[in-house]
C-alpha cells in the first residue's frame, strides 16, 4: 500500500480515509493529504506516527517515495479491479472514452510514499524519516499560509509567497544553529542532514509560484544562492566526516545530489547561471567520490548532467575551474546568509520558527479549522 504524510508527522495509507467526489468540485485543502488530525489515524492500524521513533532510528530508517511511475500503476490497477467487480455484480462498466489528463512533469504538487510496513523493492527512491517528519511540518507550515485553502479558487499572492519565503528563513536559520553547536561527528546526519534532505523533497515538489514570483526579483535571485550553498556545505561536512559515499549511512545520497542539482536546472531561467554555480560543486564532488547520481521524473533514472557542465568525456569542463573552485570565497554559508538577512530587518521577524511549539500549535489550529470549514467535501488525491 502507498501512504500520503499526514500532519502529526503519521503515515497512514494512501486514500484510506477519502472517497470519490459527490460533491460540486471545490479546491480542496492541500492539507488533504497533510492533515493536522487525521480522522481515521486512530482507527487505521497502518499509521505510524513518527514523533514516537526515536531519532537514531528516523535518521537510518527509509521509506520508498512513489514516483508518478508508480502512481499510474496502481491507479490503473484499481480501475481494473473496480471493473472485475463491477462485472462480478452483473454490471457492463463502459470504457472510458478519454484518459485522464497527465501531468507533463513530476513533481506536480504532493509526495507520497510507502508504508512502513510495505515490501522493500529496493527502489533508490526514498526518503528518511528524519526528513519525512520535517517535510510533513513544511508542508503544513505552506498550507496554513494560504488564505484560499479550502476555497474552488486559489490566488497567488505576494503575501502568501513571503509567508512561505519566511519558512525558508526559519529553516535555513534552524541549519545555521546546529552548526554552531555541533560537537560530534554524527550530528552533520542527526541534526544538518535532515534539514537539508527535507527541504530538497519540499522544494522539489512544491508550487513555486507560490514564492518565486514574488515581486522581489532580486531578492529570490539571493535566496537560491543561499539554498546552493547550504545544499555544498552540509555535502563538504558529510565529506568532512567520511560520510559522501555511497555506502555511507545516507542511503539516498545520490537521488538528494541528484535533485540539488535538478532544482539549480530549474531556477537557473529565473535567477540566472551565476546563482546556480554552486551546482558545478556539486556534480564535482559526485565524480570525485565516485557518485552517480539519480533524477526522478517518471521514474528514477541516472542524472544526465547539463552538456555546459561537462566534456564529451562526461568529465567536468576544463573552462569551469578557476572561479568555481573558490568555494569559500563564492559559496560560503555562512557569508551569504548574513548579506542576506540584511534584507530582512529585524531578521527574527522574517522568520517562522517552525522548531517553536507555539508555532507548531498555530499552524494545527488553521488547518483544523479549514478541515471543519470544508467537512462536507471528500476527496481522492490521486496525483503527485
Given at each position: 500500500m502507498s501512504a500520503a504524510i499526514t500532519g502529526k508527522a503519521t503515515l497512514k495509507a494512501h486514500g484510506s480515509s477519502t472517497s470519490k467526489k459527490e460533491?460540486?468540485?471545490?479546491?480542496?485543502?492541500?492539507?488533504?493529504?497533510?492533515?493536522?488530525?487525521?480522522?481515521?489515524?486512530?482507527?487505521?492500524?497502518n499509521a505510524v506516527d513518527l514523533s514516537k521513533i526515536p531519532m537514531e532510528d528516523?535518521?537510518?530508517?527509509?521509506?520508498?517515495?512513489?514516483?508518478?511511475?508508480?502512481?499510474?500503476?496502481?491507479?490503473?490497477?484499481?480501475?481494473?479491479?473496480?471493473?472485475?467487480?463491477?462485472?462480478?455484480?452483473?454490471?457492463?462498466?463502459?470504457?472510458?472514452?478519454?484518459?485522464?489528463e497527465q501531468d507533463?512533469?513530476?513533481?506536480?504538487?504532493?509526495?507520497?510514499?510507502?508504508?512502513?510496513?510495505?515490501?522493500?523493492?529496493?527502489?533508490?527512491a526514498r526518503v528518511s524519516l528524519a526528513a519525512l517528519e520535517r517535510l510533513c511540518l513544511l508542508y503544513n507550515a505552506a498550507d496554513a499560509q494560504n488564505p484560499d485553502l479550502g476555497?474552488?479558487?486559489?490566488?497567488?499572492?505576494?503575501?502568501?509567497?513571503?509567508?512561505?519565503?519566511?519558512?525558508?528563513?526559519?529553516?535555513?536559520s534552524q541549519y545555521q544553529r546546529h552548526t554552531a553547536q555541533r560537537k560530534k561527528s554524527a550530528d552533520v546526519?542527526?541534526?544538518?542532514?535532515?534539514?537539508?534532505?527535507?527541504?530538497?523533497?519540499?522544494?522539489?515538489?512544491?508550487?513555486?509560484?507560490?514564492?518565486?514570483?514574488?515581486?522581489?526579483?532580486?531578492?529570490?535571485r539571493r535566496l537560491v544562492e543561499v539554498f546552493g550553498?547550504?545544499?555544498?556545505?552540509?555535502?563538504?561536512?558529510?565529506?568532512?566526516?567520511g560520510f559522501l559515499r555511497t555506502d555511507g549511512p545516507i542511503k539516498n545520497l545520490p537521488l538528494v545530489m541528484g535533485i540539488m542539482l535538478g532544482l539549480a536546472a530549474d531556477w537557473t531561467s529565473i535567477s540566472g547561471e551565476k546563482s546556480v554555480g554552486w551546482a558545478r560543486e556539486i556534480l564535482r564532488l559526485a565524480q570525485e567520490k565516485g557518485i552517480d547520481l539519480l533524477s526522478m521524473t517518471d521514474k528514477v533514472e541516472p542524472y544526465e548532467p547539463p552538456p555546459e557542465y561537462v566534456d564529451s568525456d562526461g568529465d567536468m569542463d576544463e573552462q569551469d575551474e578557476g572561479e568555481w573552485q573558490d568555494v569559500d570565497r563564492y559559496y560560503n554559508f555562512d557569508k551569504l546568509l548574513r548579506a542576506y538577512k540584511r534584507r530582512w530587518v529585524p531578521w527574527k521577524d522574517a522568520c517562522i520558527d517552525l522548531s517553536k511549539p507555539s508555532v507548531k500549535r498555530e499552524i494545527d489550529q488553521t488547518l483544523k479549522e479549514v478541515s471543519e470549514r470544508t467537512a462536507g467535501y471528500t476527496w481522492e488525491p490521486d496525483k503527485v
Open positions: 460533491e460540486p468540485e471545490a479546491h480542496a485543502p492541500r492539507a488533504a493529504t497533510v492533515q493536522s488530525e487525521p480522522e481515521d489515524a486512530s482507527e487505521d492500524n528516523k535518521v537510518s530508517r527509509y521509506v520508498e517515495i512513489l514516483t508518478r511511475e508508480d502512481l499510474n500503476r496502481e491507479e490503473e490497477e484499481d480501475r481494473k479491479r473496480e471493473k472485475e467487480e463491477a462485472l462480478a455484480r452483473g454490471e457492463n462498466p463502459e470504457e472510458e472514452e478519454e484518459e485522464e507533463e512533469d513530476l513533481p506536480t504538487g504532493r509526495i507520497y510514499f510507502k508504508g512502513l510496513d510495505a515490501e522493500d523493492t529496493g527502489s533508490p476555497e474552488v479558487i486559489h490566488m497567488v499572492r505576494d503575501a502568501e509567497g513571503y509567508a512561505v519565503i519566511s519558512i525558508f528563513h526559519g529553516e535555513l546526519v542527526m541534526d544538518l542532514w535532515p534539514i537539508v534532505e527535507a527541504l530538497a523533497f519540499f522544494l522539489w515538489g512544491s508550487d513555486d509560484a507560490h514564492w518565486m514570483h514574488v515581486d522581489d526579483g532580486e531578492g529570490v550553498a547550504m545544499y555544498l556545505d552540509s555535502l563538504l561536512r558529510l565529506d568532512a566526516e
